[in-house]
């Protein structure tokens, strides 16, 4: 195995940025730190430290309801309303509820989470999200025993998505957690990014977060959420029940048909950066191992 | 007269990677350098496979010879392009990590129909002179129909890395068919 050498050249560009970050958030939420990161995992040193730049969050992006290029996110979803915005919590629960965006972002504080996406497409970027445990909010709605797994729905609005027009993947997007995932603490409701309200391109008004999968299981634009007593049918185990499992969690040792996992690429570290090693559960086994201990991995990709 | 010509679409189709190289040195290539010079250069091998093929239909058409002329120099560059194509992924992105790549090459079929195809493109490479043409007469043509198998591994390789269906990949494929089709319709006339 080759150990990838951090790189020495930290992007003086992005490093300024952070600086000025810093500076920003310290006006006006000073409530904020890099410094208090929950779950900043020191063991895992290779770059989680360093933030991806806002720019680079905020324009390459997979959001296929507004194009299936990296860039067609930022470019068609500027004009997206996401006010007024509901999100329906339904299925096994004893009170299902809707409530809107507003609400549930005034409900439950956010704070600020710093969380590598691992895209299965073989790259990364450490995103300072903002958000709060999907946990609390299914706390609210008191769920039944009988649920097992947990499906989120995002917005179907073609109108407004021009990626809608075309049948590329099943819409509206479909995505799905047991039972246990969901209510994993760092299984986040996200609001925001850098301090910020979520831009439209990163999945305005709320997303989920799933740090240790592949960044297709974390649902943008949520509408429902529902209790299920059975495995839900993702857009993407629709479209390729061979290429994407249900579990979906970042694993080297197990490798898509098309992109090796074993390594990443890490998204604004230029042209003559080594790819990185990626790691078991994304660099959160300490967290969520446990809850494949009885799991052949391979078998439930 | 002819030469005059061809002097202009030689600096013409070294511009993609005359572009590349200026966006590397500026770094304009976005959040994903490697990816975006991988997707660049492999767009244009399919163009140059294209425009290689449609060189010939078109001196059919037009009745008009200095086209064939070109094709070798398009040839050349779709060999150019492809092997460009090939040290981005081996060279930039995997280091020449030759296990992860011979890896990569049994294990996922995109990545092997393109590794064939860039593969048959040596001996047509090779043979491209004068020369060859010469010494190979009716070996050499047989040998260069080959460029008709690689278009199509050209075509399943794109097809087979995308996510979902996208129109690039059918657009691309619906103009080799056509051009594919426009050859065995000339044999049979
Ligand atoms: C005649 C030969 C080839 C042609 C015509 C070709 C063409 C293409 C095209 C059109 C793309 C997609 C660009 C886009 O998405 O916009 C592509 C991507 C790619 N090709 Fe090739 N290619 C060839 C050979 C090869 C070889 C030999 C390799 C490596 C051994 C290779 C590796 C790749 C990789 C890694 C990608 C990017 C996949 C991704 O987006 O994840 N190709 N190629």
């Known amino acids: 195995m080759k150990k990838y050498k951090q790189s020495e050249i930290t992007p003086e560009k992005i490093y300024k940025k952070r600086r000025k970050f810093i500076k920003s958030i310290g006006l006006g939420m000073s409530s904020l ?206 479209s390729s029940p061979r290429e994407y499992g249900f579990y979906s969690n970042v694993n080297p040792n197990v490798s898509h048909p098309r992109w090796s996992q074993a390594t990443e690429r890490v998204i604004g570290e230029g042209i003559f950066s080594p790819r990185i090693e990626t790691e078991m559960f994304n660099g959160y086994g300490d967290e969520v191992a446990n809850l494949y201990s009885d799991m052949d991995l391979k078998k439930n990709f | 007269m002819q030469k005059y010509i061809k002097i202009p679409i030689f600096f013409l189709s070294l511009l993609p990677i005359l572009i590349i190289f200026y966006q590397i040195i500026f770094n304009q290539l976005g959040p994903e350098p490697v990816k975006e010079i991988t997707h660049v250069t492999g767009n244009w091998t399919l163009r140059f496979i294209i425009i290689t093929l449609a060189m010939t239909p078109l001196q059919k058409f037009t009745k008009l010879n200095f086209w064939i002329s070109y094709r070798r120099m398009f040839g050349l560059f779709v060999f150019f392009y492809a092997s460009s194509h090939m040290m981005t992924y081996v060279g930039i992105d995997y280091r020449f990590d030759w296990s992860s790549i011979s890896d990569d090459i049994v294990k996922k079929k995109f990545i092997f129909a393109g590794f064939l195809a860039w593969l048959l493109l040596v001996p047509l490479a090779l043979t491209s002179s004068k020369r060859m043409i010469r010494l190979l007469r009716d070996k050499w043509k047989k040998l260069h129909k080959l460029i008709y198998i690689i278009s199509l591994l050209g075509i399943i390789h794109y097809l087979w890395l995308v996510k979902v269906v996208t129109v690039e990949p059918l657009i691309y494929l619906i103009i080799i068919v056509i051009l594919l089709m426009l050859r065995v319709k000339m044999k049979f006339n």
């Not at chain 1, 770059?47 to 930022?74: A, M, Q, V």
């Not at chain 1, 915005?85 to 809707?98: A, Q």
């Not at chain 1, 609400?103 to 969380?115: A, D, G, N, T």
Request: glycine share 6%.
């Open chain 1, 33 to 238: 730190s890099l410094s208090t990161i929950p779950f900043l995992n020191k063991g895992y040193s290779q770059n989680k430290n360093e933030l991806t730049s806002y720019e680079d969050i905020t324009t390459y992006n997979n959001y296929y309801e507004f194009g299936t290029g990296k860039g067609d996110p930022f470019k068609n979803s500027q004009e997206f309303v996401t006010k007024p915005w509901s999100v329906t919590i339904e299925g096994e629960v004893d009170n299902p509820i809707t409530l809107s965006a507003e609400e549930i972002i005034s409900l439950f504080p956010s704070e600020e989470r710093v969380y590598k996406l691992r895209c299965v497409e073989g790259w990364s970027m450490v995103i300072p999200w903002m958000g709060f445990s999907l946990s609390k909010l299914l706390n609210k709605v008191s769920v039944k025993n009988s649920a097992k797994f947990v499906e989120f729905e995002s917005i179907y609005d073609p109108l407004q998505m021009k990626g809608q027009k075309y049948p590329v993947l099943n819409w509206p997007y479909r995505e799905g957690l047991r039972i246990d995932e969901a209510m994993h603490p760092i299984t986040t409701v996200v609001t925001g990014l850098y301090g910020k309200a979520l831009p439209n391109q990163n999945g305005a008004p709320l997303r989920i977060f799933v740090p240790w999968k592949y960044g297709f299981k974390s649902a943008k634009a949520i509408v429902k959420i529902k209790l299920v007593e059975n495995m839900p049918t993702s857009s993407w185990m629709r």
